[in-house]
């Protein structure tokens, strides 16, 4: 069961976030989720849990849950009544299982997305944040990944969020549902489940901290991402539900390049102990630079507070001497096994 995360501070844009009283947060138990209903419920909004999940033995006292699968639209709709602001962040987020479940992907990302649109067309919502992900760019033309770069996604789940985004604009266009949309890019941070988690950053630091190798597919020095701590997420969600333009998308990272050799280099030098980093170099589906250009982001007041060596330092501290390893492989079509879990 999914415990609660932790709050963030939004201090900083309180009083944009005054207008709304009343949040519902789909996937609220989710690694993202949760730490977006802890900051809401500390800075006094009413907040409504919709997942798939049970709740945790203890909930503030401003947030309800129900308990709902986002695929079946006669059960969302009823729950939506009178709700101010709602940050979608239900879905599957695993590309992973999205090629060995493709169905169960597009019916919960993108059919889910269309339900949640339905429901909320010609209700009383002022706000829609939609989180999408820089997987729906595909493999980069660019770098940084401007948001007008064109968006071929190469997995099922790149596919499922892009007809997410598509559906949102849709709804928004044609049927006046005020909404925004967040592209993530690889995200880090407490909570993150080690059967389902697939980003760097933790899977190289649960080897490191259980003393194995950290294992990488691919070119670890041309192969570079953005990474992002799930405060700066939680607070640039925030942003985008307050002051982000109706109709546009934004990505959601921190703007800096991190190659992932670097990264295992930031993990030894935080935790005082050289890493060990392997590679299978003959997996070169995702050896590219995947790095956002936050100008747009920027724009609306928002700037990263955390950076990679003290979310590393932090997430270590979480996770202590032996946690959970990695149990995801990585793989990009069906058959293949990279095997980057050790199993």
């Given amino acids: 069961?999914?415990?609660?995360?932790?709050?963030?501070?939004?201090?900083?844009?309180?009083?944009?976030?005054?207008?709304?009283?009343?949040?519902?947060?789909?996937?609220?138990?989710?690694?993202?989720?949760?730490?977006?209903?802890?900051?809401?419920?500390?800075?006094?909004?009413?907040?409504?849990?919709l997942d798939i999940a049970p709740p945790p033995d203890l909930l503030p006292g401003n947030v309800t849950h129900h308990r709902v699968d986002i695929r079946d639209v006669r059960a969302i709709t009823p729950t939506l009544r009178e709700v101010d602001l709602v940050l979608h962040l239900a879905g599957n987020p695993s590309g992973t299982v999205s090629v060995d479940r493709p169905r169960f992907d597009f019916e919960t990302n993108a059919q889910g997305t269309f339900n949640l649109c339905e429901a909320l067309a010609g209700s009383s919502v002022r706000k829609l944040v939609y989180l999408s992900s820089a997987m729906v760019y595909g493999v980069p033309r660019t770098c940084p990944i401007t948001e007008d770069h064109p968006v071929a996604p190469f997995l099922p789940y790149g596919a499922s969020k892009l007809s997410g985004e598509h559906v949102?604009?849709?709804?928004?266009?044609?049927?006046?549902?005020?909404?925004?949309?967040?592209?993530?890019?690889?995200?880090?941070?407490?909570?993150?489940?080690?059967?389902?988690a697939g980003g760097?950053?933790?899977?190289?630091?649960?080897?490191?901290?259980?003393?194995?190798?950290?294992?990488?597919?691919?070119?670890?020095?041309a192969k570079t991402r953005d990474f992002c701590s799930i405060g700066d997420l939680v607070r640039a969600l925030l942003f985008l539900a307050a002051r982000g333009d109706e109709g546009e998308v934004y990505n959601l990272g921190s703007g800096t390049e991190t190659s992932l050799r670097e990264l295992a280099d930031v993990i030894g030098t935080v935790t005082g102990r050289q890493a060990s980093l392997i590679s299978d170099e003959s997996i070169t589906d995702d050896t590219y630079r995947l790095v956002a250009d936050t100008t747009k982001l920027r724009g609306l007041g928002f700037a990263p507070r955390t950076s990679l060596a003290e979310g590393v330092r932090?997430?270590?501290?979480e996770l202590g001497d032996h946690p959970a390893p990695p149990a995801v492989d990585t793989i990009f079509r069906r058959g293949q096994r990279v095997g980057v879990a050790g199993r």
Avoid at 11 to 29: H, K, N, P, Y
Avoid at 179 to 190: K, N
Avoid at 314 to 317: E, F
Wanted: aromatic share 6%; hydrophobic share 50%; proline share 4%.
């Fill in 1 to 49: 069961m999914q415990a609660m995360g932790a709050a963030v501070d939004v201090s900083d844009i309180a009083a944009d976030l005054g207008r709304f009283e009343r949040v519902a947060v789909t996937g609220g138990l989710g690694f993202v989720g949760s730490h977006v209903v802890a900051t809401l419920a500390a800075a006094g909004r009413s907040v409504l849990v």
């Fill in 200 to 221: 760097e950053v933790t899977q190289f630091l649960r080897w490191h901290l259980n003393g194995e190798p950290i294992r990488a597919t691919g070119d670890v020095d």
């Fill in 168 to 196: 949102v604009s849709v709804f928004k266009h044609a049927l006046g549902l005020p909404a925004t949309i967040g592209r993530a890019f690889t995200l880090y941070g407490p909570g993150e489940d080690p059967k389902r």
């Fill in 314 to 317: 932090a997430l270590a501290a």
